[in-house]
Structure formats: structure tokens, C-alpha cells
């Protein structure tokens, strides 16, 4: 598809609520300009749209496009190795060492390149990505990301304690150059905009996010950092904040939550940091893998929910292995479970439709409207092949869909692929 | 490969102890009638196999066969449909009918066709697999298993209380097909034997039991059971056994117990249950991905382990989604973190070593000496293609093997399979 005007037939699913998926077989979702119109039956589509070019997808399932509201690009050179430490263990173990490596361009130009083929080719449309410390590195991140044709958030990392000389930044420096970063990207691409990245607060001084938090307003950029993640990171936190209520607080006191603001994790988020996360519009970055695999804990994603917290998925590649936004459905759904039968039975386990929900519309609205074939929202679509998840009878289109949540990472073979409008090549 | 003796020459990894894999750069595996002879050098290789065909594997990982020593063939209809429910109400609500279907044989060929290809082309070698109630539709399973190539012990399933009408047996019946079965699959199959397959103590009388009990003795053959998978089950059993002083005891009573026997699950085995496991030497198979998607728990695999318990590891398709052992392997080790965050932080997470060994030893083990590169074993062996796990930098062989167990369900592919030395159709 070259233009950005066109129509998509086939098996048109999207999340309509929460807990709601509507799956209209044989009908057409229209695309004018990189928005969507809506979703007709053939025979009802408008005048206005029937010159336009039409897709045929057969049988293929058609969804909105995934967004993984967490994922650190230097860490998937790591990916599914060293798996055997909790949080700040694994950071100086595994972490930080890789990291460090992206001080040399030649490197990260590789590790990069893999990175933004791999997120390409997957179910992710949008992304909010960490980068390391270093601005060389970072600018070419973004320049491999804008070149995806995906959108994306972007951030240098800011560290000025805690970290190993490699990867300690000055305060003053750090600061400095995170404006000049965001004085050279301004403007600079069309899908990739910077967001601010205090690594957490243990990496950070009051001194650098009381910095950070001016940069903000000033430039008006949105934030990601980590929150409530880990037990002893939590601790942690109580003894560099004491002046902090809650670890939350550590980051509310300098202006850097509300409604642009992605915090991952919060698998130890306390009423009050919850009442927090939702008075400023916060939202939490669910990462079901890599709070199992760092030995984290299980977030209370129902809670979240339930008390109206924005709240997405991230894959957080590499504390989680996979880049795969089938397999982080698939994993929050399995971990509600585990939560429901181990922490907290009042807490019911989440559906596959509301992963599907959380995957698409949950994460997606923080880039704006995204995450529907609905009327004024975004055109990111993703044509889905799962005729190699054979059965011996017919299925419905939504018991197909489910199956994909569970098992499209392994056998649903993605043919096509659109964000807001455009097509990415899959090749 | 027509010949089953040759050498395979490549990255050869096995599992040398529970803890400890061996990886062996470009060597040779000798594979001498089937059995492997030992692992050699090349330059050192004896000249008894010199004249033998090599099988260069390149840069690929070479390592034992998976053995999923817990999977039932007609639920993997549904499999990733219907994950909402605990095990009571999901076998009813989703199982029952399900495998009710096989009565008719055109139903089973499509869908035991689909199953047996599927098992043929992922990383299993063997497999311990549930069929239904239908002694023909058990046969045609059979017959499909024994043409992959794979080794199998394949059941029909015995029930004979708390079934609908259209999949309950009378007790007479049960065990007078059983017999019959038995008489008439004696001998037919190379690689396919049969295995005593009583659902579960709710779905099996006392009366029952003990007949198949008699036939286990009469017949010698293998015995498969669910034992303390989800604590509704357990205290059903409590009240359908009173006389049982644990789940275990109404197996053992009956002589259903032993190093022939694999349980499925033990979620909840009591200090009594294990120690008779342990005292008879009974197979455990840890499901992780079916005990969280059906919100069971977590098997406390550590304890067995340490305890001296036989493990292996299982799909569990459909309680578990993916037939995937690499699946398995990666849902192993999250889960004993998760039970470790939990549950009982005495009890140390599994490292990937130790699903490794799990996958290939541990489950291998009960079908003879299978599951590692070592003189007198049965030489199962998969070649496996990682190269699409792009790295910007080296990574040696353990870390390769290592992020194939985290990922390979997703990323690695399988090039060539050898089941007791008989190479594998993978098309």
C-alpha cells in the first residue's frame, strides 16, 4: 500500500470496551489519510469510500495494532540469558556491563539494527523504549526506530548514582546533556518523539530529577521510569527518600507523574501510591514476564483496573525474554491467575480479552487515540495468518482470536502490518 | 539419514548431572544401531567409527530429544480456547464434550492427524499421551503416533463415575475393553506401547481401580494418572476415598503406584503423599503452564527434586496451551520463581539447567536411558537453528542454550530430529 487511504476486508476484531471484543466477519474498515472512518458490511459502505483501494485479508484475522508501553533496546542483545537474579542484582550483574557498551557507536549500531528489525517484523506498532545513558547512541536508536516506520518514545537515560563508573553520568552533565538532546531531536523526526528517562530513583539524585522535572516543563515532553517494582528496590528507596510518603512521591515531589508519564511496574504500589498513580492519570506498564523472571512479584492489574489506573503492557525486554506482545497477554493472563490463587482471591484473573484490551486500546491511548477501528482513531492494523494453528473443526472467530492471545507468539504468522495508516514491510 | 549409525558433528549439549550441561564445540555424537556410543573429538574419534557418515551440524546446538511425559491428544482441539475456568468446571465445561467427539472416528483421523504432525515436527522425542474412553479412536491415535517415528505410551482413558452419559463407562466395561485393547495392540507397534490410563480418582471407582489394578499386574504395563493438581479435586477425593489417607493412597492401594507410573501434577501432595512417591518410585509430571491457566498453583519441583522424587516435565496440552517443550522449560523456571516470591523462599527457583535436565533426563528417564550424549543411551538428538536469536556479539554455546530455553518456542528452529537414532520427517 502506498497511499493512506484504503480498505481492509476480512476478520475485523477490536476491544469495543474492556471486556468486550467485537469480531464482525467479512466486513470493511475504512482508512482515510491514516485515520480510521469505521467498520461497515460491504453492501453499507459509504459513497465516499467505495473508490477506495480495498485490501482483501480472506480469512485472516484483522486487529489493532500492539503497543508495548516498556522495552529497553540495549537489553535485547541479552535476551533470555542471565535470567537467575532479582532486580538490583541483575542490574549489575547482566545490566549495567551491557549498557556500558553503548558508549561505542559501532556496537550500538548493530545491537540497533537487530533491535528495530526484530520490533518491525513483531505485533508492536508503538513502543516506549529506554535507551542507555549515551546521546550518540540514543540519537541512532531513534533514527533506526523513525526508519521502522513504527511510533515510538524514546528515551536517554539519565543516571548520576548508584551505577558503575561506565555508566554514571554528573548531574550537571546528565542534565545538560538531555537538553541538548532534546534541542537536537526537536523536530527532527515524524514517528519518534524523546520522552525523559530518569532511570529510577535509586540511579537518580534529588538534585538531577528536581533538574528533570524543569526539563519537562520546559520542553514539554512526556516520562518513563520504574516504580514499586522489587521489595528490596522498594527499601531501597524508603532509605534515599525518607522525606518521600511513598516511593511514588520520590518522583510526584519533582513534577514527573500525570497523563504522559509511564510507570513500569508497580507490582508493590500502596494505596497511597496507587491513589497517586490515579489522581495524576499515571500510567502503569504491566510486565508479567519479567516480574516472574526477575522473581518480582505479580502486579494487581484487576486493582488497577478496577480503580480506573491507566494501564498497558510492556514486554520490558530483557528482565522479560520475549519481544513477543502475544506472549505478554498470554503471560498476564496466566499471572492473574497465579496472583488470584496466591495473594489475593477478591481480585478476579484477568480475561483474554482484556490482555487483548490491555495490548491495544490500554497502552495505546497513551500515544492518543489508538488501539480501535473506530471512528477518528489511528489506523494500526495487524493482518494475522493463524491458519497454522489447525484444528479439526471450524472455530469462531473469537475462540481463533483467543487462541492467538495464547499462542500467536509460536504460531501466528503476522502478513501485514499498518501504523496509522502506513504499511510496514515485513521483509 | 537412512542408516542408524552415523556422527553427528557440532555443538553437542547435554545435561551431565540435574545442575551441570556439558556443551562441547564441534565434536562428534556417535550414534552406533540407535544407541549412542560417547562423545568425541574429532581428531580423537576411534577408528571403530571412522568409516561411519558424519552429519556436520555446523554452528548449530545439538542437544538430547524433550520428553513431555504428560499430554492429552484430544484436547489439542481446544488448545489456547477456554482458559477460564478451574479444573472441575473446565472439564466439564470445555473437556467432556470435547472428547466426547472421539466416539466418532472421522472427527478423530482429522484431528489425531493434526496432533501427530504437530508432536512429529516440534522438539519432543517421546511422549506419555492421554487418548479418551474410545478404544478405536485410541487405535487410529496409536496408529498415527507409531508413523511419526516418535516413541510413545499412549492410553485409553478409563471413567466410569462423574462423566456426562456421552463419555461415562460402565465399570464392567471399561476394564473388559481395556483388556481387549490391550490383547489386540500387544505386539503391533515398534515404538507405541500402551499405558493404563484412570482419568482421575473422581472419574474411576474403587471398584474399577482395583480391576485395573489386576490388569496392570496381568498385562505389565505402564500406569498415567492426575494426582493433587487443584484443591477443589483434593478434597472431592477426600470425600470419595474416607477410607484413603491421602490422594496418593487411592492410586496405591490398588497397586497403581510405582517406577512405571507417572502422576501428572502434585500440586498439593502432603508430606505423606511425596514420601509414598517417593517410596515407590512414581513419576511426577510438572505441568507449570496448565497449573496457571488453570489457576491450580505451583509444584513445589525444588522439594521433589532435593526429596529424590522422579520429574519430568509436561505440556499438559489442553490445561496448557502450547505443545511446545521449550515453552515448557521457560514456563518451569518462572514459576518456581513466582512459588518462591509466593510461597516458601526456602525452596530455590529452578535454573535452566535444571529444566533442561528435567525436559530431556528427568521425563527421558522413564522411558530407559534417554536424554543425554552418553555411552548406552538411546540417541535422541535435536538440531537446533538459533541463528534468528540475533546478538550484536558473540555468545557462546551455554548462552545460546540458555536463551533457547527461554525462547525457542518463538525463535529457534528445529533442522533435524533423531529419535533413537532414526532421523524424523519434519516436513
Redesign the interface.
Known amino acids: 500500500m502506498t497511499s493512506d487511504s484504503f480498505v481492509l476486508k476480512g476478520n475485523i476484531c477490536w476491544s469495543t470496551s474492556q471486556t468486550e471484543v467485537a469480531c464482525e466477519e467479512g466486513v470493511c474498515a475504512v482508512c482515510v489519510g491514516g485515520t480510521c472512518a469505521g467498520v461497515w458490511d460491504a453492501a453499507d459502505l459509504p459513497d465516499a469510500y467505495a473508490g477506495l483501494p480495498v485490501v482483501d485479508c480472506g480469512d485472516a484475522l484483522v486487529i489493532p495494532g500492539m503497543n508495548d508501553i516498556h522495552v529497553h533496546a540495549p537489553q535485547y542483545?541479552?535476551?533470555?540469558?542471565?535470567?537467575?537474579r532479582e532486580l538490583i542484582e541483575w542490574l549489575n550483574t547482566y545490566t549495567f556491563p551491557e549498557e556500558a557498551?553503548y558508549r561505542d557507536l559501532t556496537?550500538a549500531e548493530?545491537?540497533y539494527s537487530?533491535f528495530a528489525d526484530?520490533l518491525r517484523r513483531s505485533p508492536t506498532c508503538r513502543a516506549v523504549v529506554f535507551g542507555t545513558i549515551h546521546v550518540p547512541a540514543t540519537r541512532l536508536l531513534m533514527d533506526k526506530l523513525e526508519a521502522t516506520g513504527l511510533v515510538s518514545y524514546v528515551g536517554k537515560v539519565n543516571m548520576d548514582r548508584n551505577a558503575p563508573l561506565s555508566l554514571v553520568e554528573t548531574s550537571g552533565a546528565s542534565a545538560a546533556a538531555t537538553r541538548r538532546w532534546l534541542d537536537d531531536v526537536a523536530g527532527r523526526y515524524e514517528r519518534t518523539r524523546p520522552i525523559l528517562t530518569p532511570r529510577f530513583t535509586p540511579s537518580v539524585t534529588d538534585g538531577l530529577m528536581k533538574d528533570l522535572g524543569w526539563i519537562r516543563e520546559e520542553f514539554d515532553v512526556p516520562v518513563q521510569s520504574h516504580l514499586s517494582e522489587n521489595l528490596s528496590e522498594v527499601a531501597w528507596v524508603r532509605e534515599l527518600c525518607p522525606w518521600a510518603s511513598c516511593y511514588g512521591a520520590a518522583y510526584d515531589r519533582f513534577g514527573l507523574l500525570g497523563p504522559h508519564t509511564v510507570m513500569a511496574h508497580c507490582v508493590y504500589s500502596s494505596d497511597e501510591e496507587m491513589g497517586l498513580l490515579r489522581r495524576t492519570g499515571t500510567y502503569v506498564a504491566h510486565c508479567p514476564?519479567s516480574n516472574?523472571?526477575?522473581?518480582?512479584?505479580?502486579a494487581p492489574v484487576r486493582r488497577y483496573l478496577d480503580e480506573g489506573l491507566s494501564v498497558g503492557l510492556g514486554t520490558d525486554v530483557a528482565g522479560g525474554?520475549?519481544l513477543?506482545m502475544w506472549?505478554a497477554m498470554?503471560d498476564a493472563?496466566?499471572?492473574s491467575?497465579?496472583r488470584?490463587?496466591?495473594?489475593d482471591q477478591e481480585l478476579a484473573?484477568l480475561?483474554?480479552q482484556e490482555a487483548l484490551w490491555l495490548a491495544t486500546v490500554g497502552g495505546g491511548s497513551f500515544f492518543g487515540f489508538v488501539g480501535k477501528f473506530e471512528e477518528g482513531y489511528d489506523f494500526d492494523a495487524l493482518v494475522v495468518d493463524d491458519s497454522a494453528?489447525?484444528?479439526?473443526?471450524e472455530?469462531s472467530v473469537p475462540?481463533r482470536l483467543?487462541?492467538?492471545?495464547?499462542?500467536g507468539?509460536?504460531g501466528a504468522r503476522l502478513v501485514r502490518k499498518f501504523v496509522a495508516g502506513r504499511e510496514i514491510d515485513l521483509a
Open positions: 542483545a541479552f535476551r533470555g540469558i542471565g535470567m537467575d557498551r556496537y548493530r545491537a537487530i526484530d514476564q516472574a523472571q526477575l522473581a518480582s512479584g505479580i525474554a520475549s513477543s506472549r498470554s493472563v496466566a499471572a491467575k497465579l488470584w490463587r496466591f495473594v484473573p480475561t483474554w494453528l489447525r484444528a479439526p473443526r472455530l475462540e483467543e487462541r492467538c492471545v495464547h499462542l507468539s509460536e
